[in-house]
């Protein structure tokens, strides 16, 4: 299966050379361990190359937010960004905890939406016992998407509890 980085990625792709314009692209995620040693630097040091190049701006994926943190830890990238005027916009997710919500631009899907959406379905289908299967990590998006889903069970009159929701 794709990441979101993956198909975000060949979509500016395909649009940056309609418009003849070039792009840096960099994944610093080498592996899926979340507390990956050296993630933050090489975040860094892809960052530093970018505002020596001057870019225009930035498209970012934001690395997960981990259980005791309340921002990512792209954050200090995206501070480096502004300093040296470079606009970023965030993909798929933000660098702050749900609900809360970063002054930067952000381009993703309704994931409240889509979860309440999806639970209310299998709701309609006749389900009462209804589980959110979710990733280790916890990313904006995730927590998004179980909000979403708890708001589903409680507008339906199914007690909402957090003991369905595995991670």
Not at 134 to 163: C, M, N, W
Request: glycine share 6%; hydrophobic share 40%.
């Amino acid at each position: 299966e794709e990441s979101p980085f993956g198909v975000a990625s060949r979509e500016l792709l395909y649009r940056a050379g309609l418009e003849d314009c070039s792009v840096l692209l960099h994944d610093p995620t080498w592996s899926d361990d979340p507390i990956e040693s050296g993630l933050a630097d090489r975040y860094k040091t892809i960052a530093r190359k970018f505002i020596e190049r001057q870019v225009s701006g930035v498209f970012l994926m934001p690395w997960d937010i981990l259980a005791n943190q309340y921002i990512s830890t792209t954050t200090a990238i995206v501070d480096d960004f502004k300093e040296a005027g470079i606009p970023v916009v965030l993909i798929d997710r933000d660098i702050v905890r749900y609900p809360s919500r970063s002054h930067l631009d952000l381009v993703g899907i309704d994931n409240f939406g889509a979860a309440f959406t999806l639970t209310e379905h299998f709701i309609n289908l006749g389900c009462r016992r209804i589980d959110f299967f979710a990733y280790v990590t916890r990313v904006p998006t995730q927590e998004s998407r179980i909000a979403g889903y708890l708001k589903a069970l409680a507008f339906h009159g199914i007690r909402p509890d957090l003991a369905g929701v595995y991670y």
